[in-house]
């Protein structure tokens, strides 16, 4: 059997550190990158190589294409041809509406969710298309819930990023159809990580999971389950589809 070998992006916490651990967990090889945090990066490796498994972390910018490229070349040496992607990095900034946003903060928001993903995206299929040469492999896009409620008052910016990705995610599926790759997303609901710090309230899951079906916020574990299951064979004949990890929202 050939080697699992993984890019996660943004691993270094979060939702991407759960998918790092469970993937490393599965057989697969894991590489995370992250920005700013090389401490949480380092300690995500540890505990995967601690637990037996195969991981190192590059700094990388997904929003840098040079940086990008790097990743992907690091991956490419260390471990060989890749056969998952998850597409996790992902920003948001202090709640605010349209009327109150500037053009750099949409510039930052939509570079790095959404061109982020698509050079991701490109890299990876470069690789793992049967149409270059490669043996095939999946992608797994992390959405978000707001792409269908919008973030009204707090993001609309985050939100339709995530929109663009849910359309990249049909697009690109039905691209690569023939060539080997399945490219599906989840769509997380509201999930503990310190993501909502970055938006000015790191209490928003706790405010906010009153309105959730379930009536409490996600684990970060939960949302890396379905990203796991989506890259397996299990999922062998689903492409171009979303699984809403939201407790009923
Ligand atoms: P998080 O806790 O804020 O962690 C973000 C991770 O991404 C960190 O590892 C961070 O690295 C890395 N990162 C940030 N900017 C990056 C960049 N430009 N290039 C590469 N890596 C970068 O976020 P999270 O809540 O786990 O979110 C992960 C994904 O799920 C995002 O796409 C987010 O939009 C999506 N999502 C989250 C929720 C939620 O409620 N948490 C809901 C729906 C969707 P450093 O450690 O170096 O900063």
């Given at each position: 059997m050939s080697k699992k070998i993984m890019i996660v992006t943004g691993g270094s916490r979060g939702i991407g550190a759960e998918i790092a651990k469970l993937g490393a967990a599965d057989g697969y090889a894991v590489c995370i990158s992250y920005v700013k945090n090389k401490a949480a990066a380092d300690a995500v490796v540890d505990a995967i190589v601690q637990a037996g498994g195969e991981a190192m972390a590059v700094a990388a910018d997904v929003a840098v294409e040079a940086d990008i490229l790097h990743l992907f070349e690091t991956v490419d040496k260390r471990y060989?041809?890749?056969t998952a992607l998850v597409n996790n990095a992902g920003i948001l900034e202090t709640q605010m509406r349209v009327d109150q946003m500037d053009a750099a903060r949409m510039q930052r928001i939509f570079t790095t969710n959404i061109v982020g993903s698509f050079l991701c995206a490109r890299e990876a299929v470069k690789r793992m298309s049967t149409l270059h040469g490669g043996s095939g492999g999946a992608i797994v896009n992390t959405s978000s819930v707001a792409a269908r409620?919008?973030?009204?008052?707090?993001y609309v910016d985050y939100a339709a990023s995530k929109g663009a990705i849910d359309t990249m995610t049909v697009g690109l599926a039905k691209e690569v159809a023939t060539e080997g790759i399945r490219v599906n997303a989840v769509r997380p609901g509201v999930?503990?990580?310190?993501?909502h710090a970055s938006g000015g309230e790191p209490g928003r899951v706790d405010r906010v999971k009153g309105n959730i079906p379930m009536q409490r916020g996600g684990e970060a574990h939960e949302v890396a389950q379905a990203v796991l299951w989506l890259l397996s064979d299990k999922a062998s004949y689903t492409t171009g589809s979303f699984l809403d990890v939201t407790g009923g929202r």
């Open positions: 060989g041809t890749l409620a919008g973030g009204p008052g707090e999930i503990y990580t310190e993501i």
